[in-house]
């Protein structure tokens, strides 16, 4: 009796990629989908499409047969051709929470194999004991770098006890970061990627202050000369934000800090794991056991000891979960391989007696014996 498993590719696979990582979304698809012996058609965001092609062109330099890389442009109604033609087999996707919802709810209905990255709103607890100047870097950085278009962005920034004296320092080093048109040399944070981001973000900031929260620093009316038309929004900080404000429940996709204070460990882990995304957390602490306790209780896809930002290495995966995250295997990483994959499983019976005809047959299921 010889029983064995094997993996097979599925066919066409479909990605569906937003605006604000334009090569690297595709590169979370495109290789492990290729190795696995799959084709695939790229749907890039409609907003910056050219790195796809560039994409495919590289591809095709380097010898990739016609037909295995293909790319799609348009809006709703090529989503809608992805998400329901049979030939189809899975599709993945990255992006907003409701153009997610459309697609994994789509995909799904017409039986196709769906993972979905959608909205986020990543925590960073700081602890007394961090190291100031290392924390301070870092939030500044992962809070404000992309212009906060990221979905691994941080945006809520939580201090417990004393660490909220901090906050006059990071608005300075806030304060300091230039923004300017993305490819200016020196530049810390370029553009939002349309008017309507823009506008979207200054109200959000705005529902806080209405709300009670303190606008430490505005970044709203940012003008660069070179630009006078750019969707700029410079570093926003706002302290004193509560869980029930507009603001923290929703992905502002945008340069904006929210800073929230508890008094212990115990109230920050409940804060987090009481958001409803769940796709990074970080922890700022020289404390062994408070690192270990916040990595184990905390309720995030991924988990940052003293990193801001913890996206992980391509041979892991990208695991957020809760409402960041529609469907049952993640990207890339060993996860990626299962998703574009299907399991075969043979069983044979070789027997010297078969070699001689005997006329009967068997009706029994195989057995180990």
């Known amino acids: 009796m010889d029983t064995y498993t094997v993996r097979e590719p599925l066919g066409v696979v479909a990605g569906i990629c937003p605006f604000n990582f334009p090569a690297m979304m595709p590169l979370w698809m495109l290789p492990v989908a290729l190795v696995t012996g799959n084709t695939i058609m790229l749907k890039p965001s409609e907003r910056d499409p050219g ?14 047969p016609r037909g295995v890389v293909n790319v799609v442009h348009g809006a709703n109604e090529t989503v809608d051709f992805l998400t329901s033609d049979p030939r189809v087999k899975a599709v993945s996707f990255v992006g907003g929470n409701t153009a997610g919802k459309h697609v994994y709810e789509r995909a799904t209905q017409h039986g196709k194999r769906c993972q979905a990255n959608l909205g986020a709103k990543n925590h960073a607890v700081i602890l007394p004991d961090a190291n100031r100047e290392h924390t301070l870097n870092a939030i500044s950085g992962a809070a404000f770098g992309a212009a906060g278009q990221r979905c691994m962005a941080l945006s809520v920034a939580v201090f417990v006890g004393k660490a909220g004296e901090w906050i006059p320092d990071l608005v300075e080093r806030a304060r300091g970061l ?34 009670g929260a303190s606008l430490l620093l505005d970044g709203r009316g940012v003008r660069v000369a070179k630009y006078p038309k750019g969707n700029f929004l410079g570093p926003t900080v706002l302290d004193n934000v509560t869980t029930d404000m507009q603001c923290y429940q929703e992905e502002v996709f945008g340069p904006v800090l929210s800073c929230v204070h508890v008094a212990t460990l115990d109230e920050a882990l409940a804060l987090v794991n009481g958001n409803r995304y769940g796709n990074g957390a970080s922890v700022f602490t020289q404390s062994g056991p408070c690192a270990r306790r916040f990595q184990s209780e905390v309720n995030a896809g991924q988990v940052g000891v003293n ?16 409402d960041s995250f529609l469907g049952d295997t993640n990207f890339y990483g060993r ?35």
């Open 51 to 64: 790195a796809a092609m560039i994409l495919a062109q590289l591809c095709a330099d380097v010898g990739v």
């Open 178 to 211: 230039r923004v300017d048109g993305g490819m200016e040399p020196g530049a810390d944070l370029g553009p939002m990627i349309s008017p309507r981001a823009l506008h979207r973000a200054e109200e959000l900031i705005q529902s806080a202050v209405d709300a």
């Open 307 to 322: 990193v801001p930002i913890p996206v992980p290495l391509p041979m892991f995966s990208f695991t957020g979960n809760k």
């Open 335 to 369: 996860s990626g391989v299962n998703f574009y994959t299907q399991l075969k499983t043979i069983t044979s019976l070789w027997r010297k007696e078969d070699a001689e005809v005997d006329g009967q047959s068997a009706v029994h299921m195989p057995t180990l014996h």
